[in-house]
């Protein structure tokens, strides 16, 4: 089970943190990924994080602004997401995969174990 906390409503220029926290399962044997679903719009990748290592990967509307990360110790993934814009409302979804080549990373099918999501509202 997956379970995100730390949306909100933030201003555009703001920053927050998503956590999301596994039980029953330990997260360094899966790839983890955020996605995000918009009023409207397909669920999209966001930033993903290999199994082994650390390997990072960003949606380019992301890139720079906002960070992936994995603390083994507390079975979490966090997302740091900084310089908000009204774009990045969605609802945000935590994914795991169990096995996961690199070529599917972003692909919302390839991850086996979602979570229920957290709201995310920027406002401008």
């Not at 949306?7 to 955020?34: D, E, F």
């Amino acid at each position: 089970q997956l379970e995100e906390s730390g949306g909100g409503l933030a201003q555009a220029g703001a920053s927050l943190r998503l956590s999301c926290t596994a039980s029953g399962r330990t997260i360094n044997q899966y790839a983890m990924a955020w996605f995000r679903q918009a009023p409207g719009k397909e669920r999209e990748f966001v930033a993903g994080l290999r199994r082994m290592g650390s390997n990072t990967y960003y949606a380019d509307s992301v890139k720079g602004r906002f960070t992936i990360s994995r603390d083994n110790a507390k079975n979490t993934v966090y997302l740091d997401m900084n310089s908000l814009k009204p774009e990045d409302t969605a609802i945000y979804y935590c994914a795991a995969a169990r096995g996961l080549i690199l070529s599917s990373t972003a692909l919302a099918r390839a991850y086996d174990y979602w979570g229920q999501g957290t709201q995310v509202t920027v406002s401008s």
